[in-house]
């Protein structure tokens, strides 16, 4: 069974940028086999897609977070990352890395790192 | 604002059927055969239990089960059991490359 475990700042300024990792055991971010995604949810609300990653670099973001957004693979560390620029209050949230042989569901999730925008 | 509408809140009691409802558009829901849903107790990460509409992943009870019509998706869960209580979240995938959220139901056992 894969895991995954998110690693970043607990705190961010707005305006900012956030940067968190994900490192993989159980399955390799070099294989063609899966899709890295990344999911938040803000306090007490729903689930928002960021966007996913595939192994050669190949991204999609949420139309919404395009231009804020950033996401690559280390292949070299098993690892993926996420880059979200102008942090707002709004970016408050949960962050969710995720592990997914589709690219239209998400099966292996982390355990989820929060991740509060406030100066 | 989520893109798919879901009801705050379901309710049955042990052993009884619910269906939760998760409507969207033709740009997603009605769109394509791309729906999953998601279950989430509050502080564990959410689990998928039906995917690509109706499937169900290995693991997942067969009390589970997905369907869609039109621009609706519905998720039911029978045979209620306590620990089926938590939220439920529908996904779809949507035009130009987007996977889309409902605002999740909070499904109570009584």
């Known amino acids: 069974q894969p895991q995954l475990q998110e690693s970043g700042p607990g705190l961010a300024k707005p305006s900012e940028t956030l940067s968190l990792s994900c490192t993989v055991s159980g399955g390799s971010i070099s294989s063609s086999n899966y899709y890295w995604h990344w999911i938040r949810q803000p306090p007490g609300k729903g689930l928002e897609w960021i966007g996913n990653?595939?192994?050669?670099?190949?991204?999609y973001y949420n139309p919404s977070l395009k231009s804020r957004v950033t996401m690559s693979v280390d292949t070299s560390e098993n690892q993926f990352s996420l880059k979200l620029s102008s942090l707002t209050a709004a970016d408050t949230a949960v962050y969710y890395c995720v592990m997914s042989s589709s690219w239209y569901h998400f099966q292996h999730w982390g355990q989820g790192t929060l991740v509060t925008v406030s100066s | 604002q989520s893109a798919l509408t879901q009801p705050p809140s379901a309710s049955g009691s042990p052993g009884q059927s619910v269906t939760i409802s998760c409507t969207g558009t033709?740009?997603?829901?009605?769109?394509?055969?791309?729906v999953s849903w998601y279950q989430h107790h509050p502080g564990k990460a959410p689990k998928v239990m039906i995917y690509?509409?109706?499937k169900r992943p290995s693991g997942v009870p067969d009390r589970f089960s997905g369907s869609k019509s039109a621009n609706t998706a519905s998720l039911t869960v029978s045979g209620l059991q306590a620990e089926d209580e938590a939220y439920y979240y529908c996904?779809?995938?949507?035009?130009?490359?987007?996977?889309?959220f409902g605002g999740g139901t909070k499904l109570t056992v009584l």
């Open positions: 033709s740009s997603d829901v009605g769109g394509y055969n791309y």
């Open positions: 990653i595939y192994y050669s670099g190949t991204t």
């Open positions: 996904c779809s995938y949507a035009d130009s490359n987007n996977l889309v």
């Open positions: 690509e509409v109706s």
